[in-house]
């Protein structure tokens, strides 16, 4: 498995981006994708997931309500879409998919969840 970032850039405070992260090889629809993001400094942490059989999402409480994930199965493709961004989400994004445990709507939360991670974008927010 394959994973393919893009979409990453600089933008001013309250601007947005979108990120997407297209997955190739052996996909399953049971599989979840997430992003997460690491700054300088700081441990990588969990952003959002998607479950790609039934769509199910979980979103980080830091940028719920201005992060919104989704997917389109028929590319094996995530996107994430950035709004009001802050100059606090200035970090290095990465996708990743997982395929473990849990009910047909669990998405992975944490990083051990995960196998297969693709390179970072870099989203950079000026004040």
């Known amino acids: 498995v394959q994973l393919q970032a893009s979409g990453g850039g600089l933008v001013q405070a309250g601007g947005s981006l979108r990120l997407s992260c297209a997955a190739s090889g052996r996909i399953f629809s049971s599989y979840y994708m997430g992003w997460f993001r690491q700054a300088p400094g700081k441990e990588r942490e969990f952003v959002a997931a998607i479950r790609l059989s039934v769509g199910s999402t979980y979103v980080a409480e830091n940028v719920k309500g201005r992060f919104t994930i989704s997917r389109d199965t028929a590319k094996n493709t995530m996107h994430l879409q950035m709004n009001s961004l802050k100059p606090e989400d200035t970090a290095a994004y990465y996708c990743?998919?997982?395929?473990?445990?849990?009910?047909?709507?669990?998405?992975?939360?944490?990083?051990?969840?995960?196998?297969?991670w693709g390179q970072g974008t870099q989203v950079t927010v000026s004040s």
């Open positions: 990743a998919i997982g395929s473990r445990g849990g009910t047909i709507y669990y998405v992975g939360q944490n990083r051990d969840e995960y196998e297969y």
